[in-house]
């Protein structure tokens, strides 16, 4: 790898600390929320409350160096709670326009389902083209940004479940789960961390986080290993219990992934096992299961896809 | 993509050809011609789509031939016009438009042609031929299934080869099937047919009789006479004994059995040879001089001869021991008035002559070399064509036309000796002979036959070669056996010589010994080069070479990572008692999950040359062999 990615050295930093010191178990999920970040994309968290979301995405932005900002999502959320809006200044006779919380370089939405459509969607519309009009006027959001969702899958009640389409511009999508037994009863007996969270200190600047988005983009993707994607999406596409596979848009993403997770290994070159890391989280949940099927989990079924495709060995 | 019609055509024509061609010596003069015409007619007709001879004609055609030779068939002669037909019909539906039927008919009729060919011949080129045969005749007829579907139709490359493959299966089987029935069914040594009326060898190659002047020519071919397995000897100790002539009676020397005379060979260089001789030789022969001979119930005469006890119907084969260069001398009585005796008439120039040598001679040693001085000094030259047909042929060669074969060079020598009073005899056999480097046989083909001397001397029986006192002896006699066959005969031979000894001459205690033989010589194999005379061996050596040709084949196809590859699993599964790896497992993947440091190193090395922009160097496949060699030496782990 070449030395003056000073930005790849803090990355790992980052995860090494964060998975080390605050938050222990937590380490794929949060390798896969750097992932996110360096593909430039966003991450959606499906767990029930109470596994951390909301400290990991703290912890994230403190370790990251990122301004937060935090939307807790509820069915009377109105679109400019998120983007903002401008207030009318007496003294200086015009209206000034307050940036909501959209306006941070890491976003925390909770409950992102509990919201109305309207509002899911101008949260979303910011998500993919990174800038925000509000009375005419276009805002540029902050530069890295990125929005860390989460929804509760058990809890229906009251709930506008994310549409396939608004759930295709999430990069990744992940669960938590619970950590490990000794682990949790580690956490129990200490209470939990979000004071200590205060003392994490950055580890990297928001240039360095852009430098190595810049370096993702240049990691070697083979021939043979670009195949393989459009094997895994041409099998979930002819898989039976699946309506519609992985989009062309799915595969792209799955290739940047891959490209960020290889970045994360030190290497500048994708190999097959960055690929089988992302697939599942990048491209569950673009699965359309046909409806008898419903029921089934989407990562099983993509993990059966992917593992019934042979590894392009040469 | 190729028209079917087309192939069918080819295939046609080469399945009548394939099935004629072990045939056709033996076809009438007539049919002989008829056939290359109908080929010809038949090509030209399929190109041009316009054929001379239309289907209600051929149809005629084949009627009246047909009669013609069923007038000719009686018991006596059954095959003959059997096989000129079978022919004939071959020809003339090779020559009209074919309908599918027709191309049935024709790969039917050739496989009847080749195995009408059986009762004439059995050459070596059957198998080959049937073999071919086979495979072209399933070929057509798979063809033929789609033909009958749709005339017009054309097959794509791909189809082509699932074609043959399908079609390759049947002769594959049939073949396996073929090897097992040779063991099992009764098989003829003989051609079932011509055995009976001997083909046409007899007019030349060795005779019983030697009548100089008889015939202008001795053309004599290159047919077989017999071979010799044995090492190489010397050229001029090339002599095969095979009958002793010591009776002259109006220019014909014939043979008597001598009764009272005893003889003793001694010195000279021992030599063991093993003889095939084809069928229905009535004379054994040997190198001179035999010392005794095995593998066969013989009689012996005391003049050396040796014959078969009862004609052999089959090709067979005997051994000898023999003495090369050795003296013979007579031991005790011996009737010296049979080979003194003189015929009722004797020219009388050569008595004159024979008579002027015994007065300048005091020894019958010194009347040898007075009469050799004697051919040298009339110019003798070796011929054996344009010779004057005259009553006295002897008279005519040694003083006028001065040009003769080995019969004239022996009779007249053996003739003067006696005139001069030293007791003489002609032995007949051949002279020379071609070794076989690859089968270490001697060939000796007819018209290497020969005619020498041996004449009584002090008790000893000395061997004189007249012809070689022929001006051109050197340029013609030695040089016939000098004269290299073409390598494509001696190959030829080489493979007709084991054909013989492994199929045509087989039987099962035969087999049974070449067995227990190979076995043997396996069991204490040295490497000394006349083992591999063993025709066992060479088989385990052509089969042994072929596999692994074909493994080195199929390894060198794959590229350099496959093989790196193979390596890997083959060496993580041996050691980790793996039965199998999944294809969608990656390398590091299956290296993580086994957390084996080697295979961690092979795996990224590998990673990051088969997937980065990197080209692989020396040194990469120098260190992941390497890694390999290590993988390869950890023992599998419990």
Redesign the interface.
């Known amino acids: 790898m070449t030395p003056e990615l000073a930005g790849q050295a803090n990355l790992l930093k980052v995860i090494d600390t964060l998975a080390s010191r605050y938050l222990q178990g937590k380490i794929r999920v949060l390798r896969l929320a750097v992932i996110a970040l360096l593909a430039e994309g966003h991450l959606l968290l499906e767990d029930i409350p109470g596994l951390g979301k909301t400290t990991l995405a703290l912890a994230l932005s403190r370790a990251l160096g990122l301004s937060f900002g935090r939307i807790q999502c509820t069915s009377d959320l109105l679109p400019s709670d998120i983007t903002g809006l401008s207030v009318y200044n007496r003294e200086e006779n015009n209206f000034r326009f307050i940036q909501g919380p959209v306006f941070n370089q890491l976003l925390l939405a909770d409950e992102v389902n509990r919201a109305m459509p309207k509002t899911q969607s101008a949260m979303l519309e910011a998500m993919e083209e990174k800038r925000v009009t509000v009375e005419g006027k276009t805002y540029l959001l902050p530069e890295p940004f990125m929005v860390i969702a989460t929804q509760n899958p058990t809890d229906q009640t009251g709930t506008y479940p994310l549409p396939e389409s608004q759930l295709d511009r999430f990069l990744i999508t992940s669960d938590i789960g619970y950590p490990p037994e000794e682990l949790e009863k580690a956490i129990i007996s200490k209470g939990g961390i979000r004071d200590q969270l205060d003392d994490i200190q950055p580890l990297i600047t928001s240039e360095e986080i852009l430098a190595a988005r810049r370096a993702v983009r240049e990691v ?3 021939d ?2 670009v195949d393989y994607i459009f094997r895994i999406a041409k099998g979930t596409r002819a898989h039976p219990y699946v309506l519609s596979g992985i989009s062309t848009r799915g595969a792209i993403y799955m290739a940047t992934a891959a490209r960020a997770a290889a970045f994360l290994q030190r ?7 960055d690929i ?1 890391l992302v697939a599942v989280p990048v491209g569950a949940h673009r699965l359309i299961l046909s409806p008898q099927h419903e029921t089934l989990r989407k990562q099983e079924i993509l993990q059966s896809v ?6 392009p ?2 | 993509m190729i028209k079917v019609k087309s192939t069918l055509e080819l295939l046609a024509l080469l399945c009548g050809l394939l099935g004629v061609m072990p045939l056709y010596l033996y076809l009438d003069p007539a049919v002989q011609v008829l056939l290359p015409l109908a080929f010809i007619l038949g090509i030209i007709g399929a190109k041009s789509d316009h054929y001379l001879v239309g289907p209600k004609l051929a149809t005629v055609i084949s009627f009246i031939l047909f009669g013609l030779y069923l007038v000719q068939l009686n018991l006596a002669n059954v095959v003959s016009p059997v096989v000129n037909i079978l022919a004939l019909l071959l020809a003339i539906r090779l020559l009209t438009e074919k309908s599918g039927r027709n191309y049935l008919q024709i790969f039917m009729l050739s496989i009847f042609c080749l195995a009408a060919s059986t009762l004439l011949t059995l050459h070596v080129a059957f198998f080959p031929i049937l073999v071919v045969l086979i495979f072209l005749v399933t070929t057509g007829l798979v063809l033929l299934t789609f033909y009958n579907q749709d005339p017009g139709m054309r097959l794509g490359k791909r189809q082509r080869r699932a074609l043959l493959g399908t079609a390759a299966i049947l002769p594959l089987g049939s073949l396996t099937l073929m090897i097992f029935f040779f063991f099992l069914l009764p098989r003829t040594q003989f051609p079932l047919w011509n055995f009976l009326n001997p083909g046409t060898t007899a007019e030349s190659g060795f005779n019983e009789k030697v009548s100089p002047g008889i015939f202008a020519n001795n053309a004599a071919s290159r047919n077989l006479a017999f071979r010799a397995a044995c090492e190489q000897l010397p050229v001029d100790s090339l002599y095969w004994r095979g009958t002793v002539l010591n009776r002259l009676e109006d220019n014909v020397w014939t043979r008597v059995e001598p009764r009272y005379e005893s003889s003793r060979i001694t010195g000279g260089r021992q030599v063991n040879c093993t003889i095939f001789l084809p069928s229905g030789s009535r004379y054994l022969f040997t190198p001179d001089r035999p010392l005794d001979l095995q593998g066969l119930r013989t009689q012996k005469d005391k003049d050396l001869v040796y014959k078969p006890y009862r004609p052999q119907k089959k090709d067979f084969s005997y051994e000898v021991r023999s003495s090369l260069n050795s003296s013979l001398e007579v031991n005790g009585r011996i009737n010296r008035s049979i080979y003194l005796a003189l015929p009722r008439r004797v020219p009388e120039s050569i008595r004159q002559a024979a008579e002027e040598i015994a007065g300048q001679s005091d020894s019958p040693q010194s009347t040898i070399t007075l009469l050799e001085d004697f051919f040298r000094r009339q110019n003798l030259t070796y011929s054996t064509s344009n010779l004057p047909v005259t009553a006295n042929p002897l008279e005519e060669f040694l003083f006028n036309d001065k040009r003769g074969y080995c019969e004239y060079f022996a009779s007249s020598f053996a003739l003067m000796l006696r005139l001069a009073g030293v007791p003489s005899r002609l032995v007949g056999g051949y002279h020379g002979g071609e070794y076989n480097q690859l089968g270490g046989y001697y060939l000796v083909t007819d018209e290497m036959a020969h005619v020498w001397v041996e004449a009584l001397v002090d008790d000893e029986w000395l061997r004189i070669d007249p012809s070689r006192l022929a001006t051109n002896a050197e340029t013609t006699l030695l040089a016939r056996s000098r004269r290299p066959l073409p390598l494509m005969t001696r190959v030829g031979d080489f493979i007709s010589y084991y054909w013989t000894q492994a199929v045509i001459t087989y039987d099962m205690q035969k087999q049974f010994s070449t067995i227990r033989d190979t076995a043997k010589t396996l069991k204490d194999f040295k490497v000394e080069p006349q083992r591999f005379k063993q025709p066992a061996l060479y088989v385990v050596a052509l089969v042994a070479i072929l596999l692994i040709f074909r493994t080195l084949h199929g390894y060198r196809k794959l590229s350099l990572q496959e093989k790196l590859l193979n390596r890997f699993h083959r060496a993580v599964r041996k050691r980790y008692k793996l039965n199998e790896i999944p294809e969608s497992t990656g390398l590091l993947e299956l290296a993580n999950r086994l957390d084996d440091d080697d295979c961690r190193r092979f795996a990224e090395l590998y990673a990051e040359l088969a997937y980065s922009r990197l080209e692989w160097t020396e040194a990469d496949k120098k260190q992941l062999q390497e890694i390999l060699k290590r993988l390869e030496q950890h023992k599998p782990k419990d």
């Open positions: 070697h993707i083979s043979s290993l290497r500048d070159y994708v190999i097959p096992e089988k992917v593992e019934n495709i042979s590894v060995m040469l």
